[in-house]
């Protein structure tokens, strides 16, 4: 069954932490996403990656950097954590090309930040 | 740039009746993808139903369907026969096919509850 894994289903930081969330898929997939989802917002788009060690910026990137060494690894990074970026994350997948059959998500993390 | 509305935040319906949850776009282009995404409790999203625009055919998965107006830019899901485990959140969701990769844009979402 393939998949994509988020390292953590539930996290809580302190306030000025440097925080790693981590998503590994094991699809062979080029695309990867990082979304953040909170009540009344749906998902925004914090960054995606078309390949190895290219990223590029979503809607809403401020506080976060992404880093992605290897094809089936997207990391997402909160530099500083700050009480406003308690939130769900959700880390997807797709193939890419432009026949686009959309994504596969991981189940998400829910961070808190206190 | 291209938006996605859902105008329900919530809907309520009994056991084996039928819904239809509302989707508008906005876009410029002429060849994109459509999608329905559900999130249970258990958070997994999963999809639902995907239409590519250039298919007049509106798609169908089992009791899920779709009425995809392109002129009126309009993408509803139509559950029928409606299960305690429909009971989730459902996203809309929208992707150019301008270029390889471009990342979806998600509706705010309709919480749809399911009562027997």
């Known amino acids: 069954d393939v998949k994509v894994t988020q390292s953590s289903r539930y996290l809580v930081k302190r306030t000025g932490e440097k925080v790693f969330l981590e998503c590994v898929q094991d699809m062979d997939h080029e695309n990867m996403f990082w979304y953040r989802q909170d009540p009344g917002l749906g998902l925004r788009l914090i960054y995606f990656?078309?390949?190895?060690?290219?990223?590029e910026k979503g809607d809403i990137p401020e506080g976060y950097s992404v880093s992605r060494e290897k094809k089936e690894r997207f990391s997402l990074i909160l530099e500083s954590a700050s009480t406003n970026q308690t939130s769900m994350y959700l880390c997807a997948s797709s193939l890419g090309g432009v026949a686009n059959y959309g994504y596969t998500f991981g189940s998400g993390t829910r961070l808190t930040v206190v | 740039a291209q938006t996605v509305t859902q105008s329900q935040p919530e809907m309520s319906v009994q056991e084996a009746e039928t819904v239809t949850l509302s989707c508008t776009y906005d876009t410029s282009e002429n060849n994109y993808y459509l999608f329905w995404y559900k999130q249970p409790p258990s958070r997994q999203m999963i999809l639902v139903i995907r239409q590519e625009a250039y298919k007049q055919q509106n798609a169908t998965e089992n009791r899920f369907s779709v009425n995809f107006q392109k002129a009126a830019k309009s993408f509803s899901l139509k559950i029928s026969d409606s299960q305690l485990g429909d009971t989730a959140m459902y996203f809309c969701a929208f992707m150019g096919a301008s270029q390889a990769g471009t990342a979806l844009i998600f509706g705010k979402g309709t919480t749809l509850s399911v009562s027997s």
């Open positions: 990656s078309y390949d190895v060690k290219m990223k």
